[in-house]
């Protein structure tokens, strides 16, 4: 794929000693993996298939940016990076240097791809581009916790009567309701509640991300109130899971 080669040049220009450009562009090889797999699972044709690995390889295009600039992924604090990667890749028609078709698509999977909620105006065909996106995405944050690449620290706390009651919602939490160091973990499994197919949900079971990282949380905390969160939280994602596979 010449779009790899031109991706990796692209990030080569930012500080390869840095941690956090490193871990990116792993996430994004990674992003690309899952992006295939899924479209496969969904037996997209050929065609459709090497787009949607497109769109894995650019959504995160402007985290380099924002690296670069602030040395931080912190969104609310520093900038929107699916807003700017679009900027970016429309800039100097950067995005030609990847592909020379599907612009509208690869753009919109890059702008909406951390977004809360996917606007409703797109089309079929983007709609469907975004979603993949979106959930390879977040699968592979599951990864980057077990790994502990992403580190959750919980320093005892648990979790806020916000987060933790929003949760039995089933749907994914705002980062501004986040209180608590112990509401990152909620946070961020709440984001399955937000996969958009069946083959997304069968990969998050089949590695077992949930009990992973509930497991990791429990051996490092003595809070009770946040032991009982977790187990409760543990249940409701592992029969959430089980539903979306079933139905
Ligand atoms: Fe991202």
């Known amino acids: 794929m010449k779009a790899t080669e031109e991706f990796l040049e692209y990030v080569n220009q930012f500080n390869n000693l840095n941690k956090k450009i490193v871990l990116k562009k792993n996430h994004t090889l990674r992003v690309v993996s899952l992006c295939e797999e899924i479209a496969r699972e969904l037996k997209l044709s050929q065609e459709e298939i090497e787009l949607v690995k497109l769109c ?6 402007g985290r380099f940016e924002q690296i670069n600039r602030y040395d931080s992924y912190d969104d609310l604090s520093t900038l929107d990076h699916g807003d700017v990667g679009e900027m970016i890749l429309k800039k100097d028609k950067l995005i030609n240097r990847f592909s020379k078709n599907n612009h509208n698509t690869i753009l919109r999977a ?18 469907l ?30 979790m806020s009567n916000k987060i933790y009651k929003g949760f039995f919602n089933k749907k994914m939490l705002k980062n501004k309701d986040i209180k608590t160091p112990a509401d990152e973990i909620a946070s961020k499994l709440a984001f399955i509640f937000d996969l958009n197919f ?3 949900y069968k ?21 009770k109130d946040l032991i009982n969160q977790l187990k409760e939280i543990k249940k409701v994602m592992n029969n959430y899971i089980e539903e979306m596979i079933q139905c």
């Open 56 to 61: 894995g390889l650019l959504h995160d295009i």
């Open 198 to 200: 069946k083959e997304s």
């Open 203 to 223: 990969i998050v079971k089949n590695k077992n991300y949930v009990n992973k990282i509930i497991e990791i949380q429990m051996e490092e905390t003595n809070n």
């Open 110 to 127: 890059v702008k909406y791809h951390n977004k809360y909620r996917v606007p409703n105006t797109l089309n079929e065909k983007n709609k």
């Open 129 to 158: 581009f975004v979603n993949i996106t979106r959930d390879a995405d977040k699968i592979d944050i599951l990864n980057l916790i077990v790994k502990g690449e992403i580190s959750i620290k919980t320093n005892n706390t648990k």
